[in-house]
C-alpha cells in the first residue's frame, strides 16, 4: 500500500487546512475539547455541519448524485484526519452516517428528496431507536410494535439508551409489524417525527452526571406507512447494514491519537510532575500508539472499500471492537496521568460553558469524565462479545 500522498492530494491537504482555519471558531474548537462524549452538542456540531454543508462537504461518504462530494480514499482520509488534529466538532453522526446512507440505499424517491437535503443542511437532527429494555445485544427480540391502521402504523412500546432524544426531531426506529417463527423477519425500517403526539423522552442520567442519553416511549403514536424505508418486515436487513456503517465507516485511528497526543503532552509537563518519568505510563503510552497505528491500516482498506460502493461487511466489527477497546484504553492512561488532580474534576456538563473558574487546568477536566462515559465503548453499537460473534462467525467461519 502507497502511503504517499501525490501533487494532488497534498494540494487538497492545503485546502482542507485552510478551509477550517477559516472557519472552525475557537468557541467551537474549545467546546469540542470541553466534550467528554463522543457526541457534540447541537449547537456546536449543528453549526459546524453547516459550514460544511455550505461547501459541499457536508456528507463526505455520500455518492455525488445525493451530495456527497465525490472524494477519493485519500481526499476522504485527508479530511477526517485533519478534521481531528484541528478539533472540529462532531456533526449529527446518526443522521450523515447512519440513516443518510439506509435512505439512500433503500429509501423511496419521495424519501430521498425530503430526508437527504434536510441531513446535508443541519435542519434535521436525528436520534436511533433500536434498544429496548430487554432487547439490547438480543435486538432481533424488541417489543415495540407497530400495528398498521389504514395509512398509518400505531405504534407502542419503549426505546432506552437513546442518544441525544432529548434533542432530536427525528428518530429512525426498529418495529415489530408482524411475527413469525423468525424474530427478525417481523421487523420494519421506519422513519419518526419526535414531535409527534404520544411521545415521551425521559432522561437517564449516566455514571459520568452526563445527560445523553434517554429513555423514550411511545403511546398510540401514528406514523404514516409512508414514512417506512423499504419493504415491511425486512427492517433487520436495513439496521444491520445501518450498524455496518455506525461501526465501520468513521476515521477514529486520528483522534485517538489525537487523544493520546494531548495525554503524552500532559505527562511530559509540570502539571502532572512528569508522569511520563514513570515506566509504567511511557510503556503504556507506547503501547496505545501502536495499536493506534494497527487500527489506521484497518481502517484505510474499510475506506478504500467504500469509495467503490461497498458497504463495511464484517470487517466494521473489527473496527468497533479495536476503536472501543483503544478508547478505553486511551481514557484510563489519562485519568493515571492525572493522578490525584482527578478528584477536584468539575460535575456539572457541559465542561465548555462553566462560569467560574475551574478548580484544576482546563486540559484536565475532561479526563474523567471521558473515562467514565468510555465505559459504555464497548457496549453501544453492539457490545464486543457481539463483535467477537460476528468476526468467528463471518470472517473465521467458526
Keep these: 500500500m502507497d502511503l504517499s500522498f501525490n501533487a494532488e492530494e497534498r494540494a487538497f491537504q492545503d485546502e482542507v487546512r485552510s478551509f477550517i482555519a477559516k472557519n472552525l471558531t475557537e468557541e467551537m474548537k474549545r467546546a469540542t475539547a470541553l466534550t467528554p462524549s463522543v457526541f457534540s452538542d447541537p449547537d ?39 478534521s481531528a488534529r484541528a478539533g472540529v466538532p462532531n456533526v449529527n453522526v446518526m443522521g450523515v452516517k447512519m ?31 433500536y434498544s429496548e429494555p430487554g432487547s439490547g445485544s438480543d435486538l432481533s427480540s424488541l417489543k415495540t410494535r407497530a400495528v398498521r391502521d389504514g395509512d398509518d402504523y400505531v405504534i407502542n412500546g419503549t426505546k432506552i439508551w437513546t442518544t441525544h432524544a432529548h434533542h432530536a426531531n427525528r428518530m429512525f426506529a426498529l418495529v415489530r409489524t408482524s411475527d413469525g417463527p423468525r424474530q427478525q423477519d417481523g421487523i420494519s425500517f421506519i422513519l419518526i417525527d419526535m414531535k409527534t403526539p404520544g411521545i415521551t423522552t425521559r432522561p437517564i442520567l449516566t455514571i459520568g452526571g452526563d445527560h445523553e442519553v434517554n429513555q423514550v ?36 485511528s486520528a483522534k485517538l ?56 461487511g464484517a470487517v466494521s466489527s473489527i473496527l468497533k471492537l479495536r476503536n472501543s477497546e483503544i478508547r478505553q484504553a486511551v481514557t484510563k492512561l489519562g485519568v493515571d ?36 462515559n468510555g465505559r459504555a465503548y464497548t457496549i453501544f453499537g453492539g457490545t464486543s462479545e457481539i463483535q467477537r460473534d460476528i468476526i468467528a462467525k463471518m470472517l473465521l467461519g467458526i
Design 257 to 312: 491519537r489525537e487523544g493520546l497526543k494531548a495525554i503524552s503532552d500532559l505527562a511530559e509537563s509540570d502539571l502532572t510532575g512528569r508522569a511520563i518519568d514513570s515506566p509504567d505510563i511511557a510503556s503504556r503510552i507506547a503501547e496505545v500508539e501502536v495499536d493506534i497505528d494497527a487500527l489506521e491500516m484497518t481502517e484505510l482498506r474499510v475506506l478504500s472499500a467504500l469509495q467503490t460502493g461497498q458497504n463495511p
Design 217 to 252: 416511549f411511545f403511546d398510540d403514536v401514528r406514523v404514516p406507512v409512508a414514512n417506512r424505508v423499504g419493504e415491511e418486515g425486512k427492517g433487520w436487513t436495513y439496521g444491520k447494514y445501518l450498524l455496518e456503517f455506525e461501526r465501520g465507516s468513521g476515521i477514529a
Design 99 to 129: 440513516v443518510g446512507p439506509v435512505i439512500i440505499g433503500f429509501g423511496s424517491p419521495e424519501q430521498k428528496n425530503f430526508y437527504l437535503p434536510r441531513i446535508l443542511s443541519g435542519e434535521d437532527y436525528w436520534c436511533q431507536g
Design 337 to 372: 496521568v492525572i493522578g490525584h488532580d482527578a478528584l477536584a474534576v468539575e460535575p456539572m456538563r457541559p465542561l465548555y460553558k462553566l462560569n467560574h473558574e475551574p478548580a484544576i487546568p482546563e486540559e484536565m477536566l475532561t479526563m474523567v469524565p471521558e473515562y467514565l
Design 44 to 82: 456546536i456540531g449543528m453549526a459546524w455541519q453547516r459550514v460544511l454543508h455550505a461547501n459541499g462537504w457536508g456528507a463526505p461518504g455520500w455518492p455525488v448524485e445525493h451530495g456527497g462530494p465525490a472524494w477519493t480514499p485519500a481526499q476522504r482520509w485527508i479530511f477526517e484526519t485533519e
